[in-house]
């Protein structure tokens, strides 16, 4: 198949016209279509693969900066503070008027906030051609449907008579959606529901196989990689509560990656693999905390602001059982991620950067997961003239630990055909 | 919780030894004299004694004591170390291994300056022991003057008073004297050959010295000091010569047109005064029997050191001493003026005073006089020399000399400085003025023993009981006007300590005081008491029977704790029977209030603080009316429906319309008034005491009116005043309008936008601190008699520089201590700042005499505290929220509730720090609180009983006894 270098072309200039928005690139352990472990094995007379995947969310739940699980909507603070809210009113609110200088007691004008969420979908499909010289070039494109549902308020202010209590009860948390609808009625505290694709992207690859004339390891596979992520994604709707950008919201990226796989007595393999990811830092408009007791889900203040993304590393340790029985092959995935910490500079001298900047959302995050998976290539089975030769892939991820991330037991299933 | 350091126990441990008394702290109460060990007695005595802000020297009043002579303790955070600093054999005068002229001799005086200690011993009675290196105790050094020469030239008597002086130059450096008050040779001080010998101190360079001479110690190996006994009058080195007091001169300083009789042998006090550099000389004087009416004496003495002389001035000029209701001088026959003490003192914004024990009268009739004598700097348009030549500077100011703003050259304030001598009679203050009467004209059990002073509060010891009034130490603060003078002192107070106290001092970081006891060579020192020691979720009963364990008792923290906190001394208005005044503690929690009898008459006729036997006495309605009630309840506990209704309780006030007094108690859901069927409260003749006493089945709380969110109470004038956060209503005080309030009640004051987070109301003034700010009722109103509605809009709103708006706090510091009597003139600070910008800023006010000049535009007026010239900055800025603010003007306590994760605290504001303006929290002392239990804090209020600071909150009471 010969790919129209046209269409591509302008396929990548439509994307990069969605290049302006950025947030922080959200943790959630969806894969991305180019994801090393959804790579298909390179058949013998080949050149074109195509590859399509889905992932279907079992469980989800979110891990707090403590590495605890909790709710989803938990994932940066326990409780959502109203009374730090309100502190981040203009002076001249007559809510604040009321509240201003009541104090936080630590549940005094708290949320617990749950939520239900969803993911519906992940999936993707992706396009690879192999060039001489060992060498791949790529295209991805990820589509995702996601619902975040059943979100509820739960007021932990003390029920008694106290003058702070009551003030609080009557003027904030008794009708907390009201007061936030006539506080910032675009701000949907509801939960939403998304479907949409993620972010384009396209990799060149090189892959080398080095044949070992040892008596237990018989062949090292190295790799290498480089990619560009195109924001084509959907993006965070600042308006949403927890709302998730299909990709990495408007910003494009660079990946690189590498990996080493080890092949011992032809139906052992093991391998290290790392992809690093440098996310280029934008400006838009977007939701910032101004006051520092206040809680990620209720910021009511937007603001232009320019941000410059932490460093994204992900390693894969893997080892597998490889063709033990015709083209089935089994093997445990370990996946580690690690991004940075984002920052935010204002485009305003209303509001301090470092106060913005302690914003959870921005932190450090981390994920953790094992996948295991199964694999049958049907090389072994076909005719080596068959047209169509497929690579069925089955999958199932079992998160296990993280910080900040809403980490999803899924099940998925991935097809790849070999032209 | 008191410390006893037994100084006598020590006194075993061997040459210079020191003990740390730490371990002995925690649980100790006050031991009396009378039960400290027989052999503590009579081992050694204490003469004189000494206090500075960080250590205190005793001398021992008979000999015997060795090398405990003299004593010194170091009042140390970590402990008190003590002792004896008189070892047999030391340095003297650079000679080693010479025997100590201190070694176990009785000492006659002490003095403390320029970190030199210096001691008169009672064999060498004219002789000054200076120790040069006083902490090395291998290389301790004396140095010692020749015997002083009164003013002929002739061995003096003795010395009968010590002072040093530090004076600068005009080249920046500074030069040390001490002057000595020398009698007559074989007469007494007051004769006409005494006088005052001036010792000046040369530091020589170990270079210049001779191979003879054997220097001392590592540290002072290059500079040896050299005491030069200087002719005072002609200022000869080594001349030896006192400069004559001048009694019988016709005219001098203290002689008024020859009409002084006689100075009282050997009493004189002088005092240095660092800021005027000008020595002050206190006597005792008695003018002539034919003495006219423009004849007398000074007993109060300027005094200035010039090329090494020592120049006597008056302190006013001979015009200004007619009439004889001047403190420090009288005309006219047979007067007495009597000072017996003098003090430098300096308010917060740099205006010098003269604090001066005595006055018109014989002795025994001035000891319990103390005034404030603002004191004229010439400083600011004169060079030094001028100035320091000046015989005007250090006079005293006239009266209505107005305050110059002096700033450095960093455009940084220098000072306030009043350059205005008193030139006419009218400049002077008469001793009924209360500008400087200390302690407002109140009285105190006896008389004065000691006087210490910081930042704008004075504070005196007193030795013996009296006026119904047990001794200790006694506090009064300055009330300072918009310029910064002093305009009013409040009345004295108690300041924690109920025994005699010969001398004391008070630590100018922690807020303890280390005090002597009257008759006992006792040191003790008050602490802020530790929290209890449990194990988490440990249920035990308070350990002791203090004010703590009942209000953890009556309040447990699971129940809320206290939720507000109010003092009423037994001068309140309803409180004050003449048979049986009472002071009342009042806890409030959540449905519960408690009256707590802080202090009460006995039959004795004196007033008897209480500081124990609380959980003992704790009495109900129920249990009174069964007659099952402890004898003598000290605690009365109501907790009833109607205090039910009321949300948390957090503010309570005391009224009375002069026959009829109520308590008064709000909280978020309103007013309830404790009353009976017909809506009287109890008899103020007879007191609140009949409370305790009687069957109060009668007796029930009533909700009063429909008010919610009730941010304070007054009651004033025959007035209840409910400030809720919209509103300010009045309510008539008498039994039919507490029964029908809805009938009589009026709304004075309503809110347009903003929220009312405090105020208050005295006779025809209210101020309350709002969202939008800081606002009294216009000019021309009286809120007494105000028959409509007032909006806030058409209230004065008071400018306070650099604020955000909000001010949230309000604390009045008011002559009479009552809160409602503010607008006589008085001290207002009022806190400003919000959560959202985490800072607090404390402006300092001054509240005009709106009784005497209505409510005009200068009613409020704004202390010039501007540490920046053209910069206004308040008086206190700290870099977070704090939601309590209280001072006694020598320290500052602030504190903040828990606030999301940040753990409350209560800390305390040293005074050096004030004068940063800028306060961060690692520069204050944290007080203990309950460790991770504490939440809230919601009041810190002083015992007026005891004069205990109390922090109140959920954990309970936290004091410093």
Known sequence: MVINKNKFFYLVIFCLLFVEKTEAIFAINVFNPWDINLRPPIWCDTSFQITGYDEFGLKARGYNPDNDKVNVMQLWQPTQDALAMIQSLPATNPLRNILQNIQDDGVRGH????????????????????????????????????????????????????????????????????????????????????????????????????????????????????????PSGLRTNEDQILSIPFGYNGSAGLWFGAGITLNWFDYIRGGLDFEFLHLFGNSRFQRIKIQRDQTD?????????????????????????????????????????RHGEDKLALFTNLYSDDIANTAEKLQEWTMHQVIFKLNYDFECDLDACSKL??????????????????????????????? | MILNVVLLALLLIPHMATANTESNRDDQNVQSPETQEPEQKGLYTVGVSLFTSFAAYTGAAVPGSKEYSIVQHFLTPQGDRVGGITPPRVFVNYIPDQPNPLYDKKILHLNYGANKLAAVAA???????????????????????????????????????????ITGTSDSSLHVYT????????????????????????????????????????????????????????????????????????????????????????????????????????????????????????????????????????????????????IFGAVGPNQEVSLHKIQPFITSTGIRYLLVLGGHGAPEETKQSLYALPLAHRGYDKNRDEVMQDQLHGTLAARSAIPHVIYGRDKTLTAHLLTTPATSINDLYSSSDAVICIGNNTQLPNDITDIYTTGDAVFVGVAQPGNGQQPGIFHSQAILDGLGRITAWTCWQRFGIEVGVAKFSINPTRYNTSFLYSDFPLLNLTQWKKPLKRKKNEQIPPPDDLLEGLIETVFPQENGGLQGLADFSYTTPGLNSPENPVSLLIAMGQKKIALIQTSAKNKNGMINNHRNMFLNTIATKETLNRNQAAENPKTLVFSDDILGTLGSITCATIGTDGIQSWLFVGGARGVAVLCNTTGNGWSTEHGVISLFENNIEAMTFKKCGNFRFIQKLICDNNNLYVITNKTVERIPLSPTSIMKPELTSQTIVKTSTEMLFDGSVSGPLVILASSNGLLHNPPGTDIRSENKTLSTTQFKLIKLPGSSGCVYKLFFVTRTRHEHDFAFGSQLFASTGSLSENKTDIFRLYVDNAFEHGIHEETVQVLNDHIYKNKPTPFLSFNNFRSNFVTDGSHYFSSRSQQAAEKPFFNLIPQEIIKKVFVSDHLCYQMPLQGHKAKNIVKIVQNSATGNWIAAGDFGIRTNE
């Open chain 1, 297 to 337: 889900l209720l910021f009511l203040t937007k603001v232009y602001a320019h941000t410059d993304y932490g460093f994204t590393q992900q390693y894969n340790l893997y080892f597998e059982g490889y063709r033990f029985f015709h083209g089935l092959s089994a093997g445990m995935i370990y996946q580690f991620w």
């Open chain 2, 179 to 326: 002057i000595a008050a020398v009698a007559a040779h074989e007469g007494f001080f007051g004769d006409e050959q005494s006088g005052f010998s001036l010792i000046k101190h040369h530091s020589i360079k170990k270079e210049e010295l001779t191979k003879d001479t054997i220097t001392i110690g590592k540290s002072s190996a290059k500079i040896e000091l050299n005491l030069d006994t200087l002719d005072a009058v002609n200022g000869i080195e080594f001349g030896n010569k006192a400069i004559p007091i001048g009694v019988h001169e016709i005219s001098s300083a203290i002689n008024i047109n020859n009409g002084l009789e006689s100075i009282a042998p050997n009493v004189v006090d002088m005092c240095w005064h660092p800021n005027i550099e000008r020595l002050y000389i206190a006597l005792h004087i008695r003018t002539k029997s034919d003495a006219t009416s423009q004849q007398g004496g000074r007993a109060l003495l300027v005094a200035r050191i010039h090329n090494d002389r020592l120049l006597l001035d008056p302190i006013a000029s001979d015009e200004l001493c007619y009439g004889n209701d001047k």
């Open chain 1, 111 to 230: 949320f617990t906030v749950t939520g239900k969420f969803d993911l519906n979908a992940s999936a993707g499909i992706s396009a690879r051609y192999h060039l001489p010289y060992n060498i791949t070039i790529s295209a991805h494109l990820p589509f995702y449907a996601m619902k975040l549902k059943n979100v509820l308020f739960q007021d932990l202010t003390l029920d008694d008579d106290s003058t702070e209590n009551l003030l609080v009860r009557e003027n904030l948390t008794d009708n907390f959606l009201q007061v936030m609808e006539e506080l910032d009625p675009s701000l949907d505290l509801t939960g939403w529901k998304r479907t949409g694709v993620g972010d384009f992207a396209v990799f060149a690859a090189w892959q080398g196989s080095y044949c070992q004339a040892k008596p237990i390891l018989k062949n090292v596979d190295l790799t290498t990689r480089l990619g560009v992520t195109l």
């Open chain 2, 123 to 165: 064999d060498m009675p004219n002789v000054i022991c200076l120790f040069d290196n006083m902490l090395s105790t291998s290389h301790q050094s004396i140095i010692t003057t020749p015997c002083l020469n009164d003013a002929l030239g002739n061995e003096a008597q003795e010395i009968v008073c010590l002072e040093t002086a």
């Open chain 1, 389 to 419: 030769k497929p690579n069925i892939f089955v999958f199932y991820k079992l998160p296990f630990n993280g910080t900040r991330a809403i980490l999803v037991n899924t099940v998925g299933v991935a097809i790849t055909l070999n032209f």
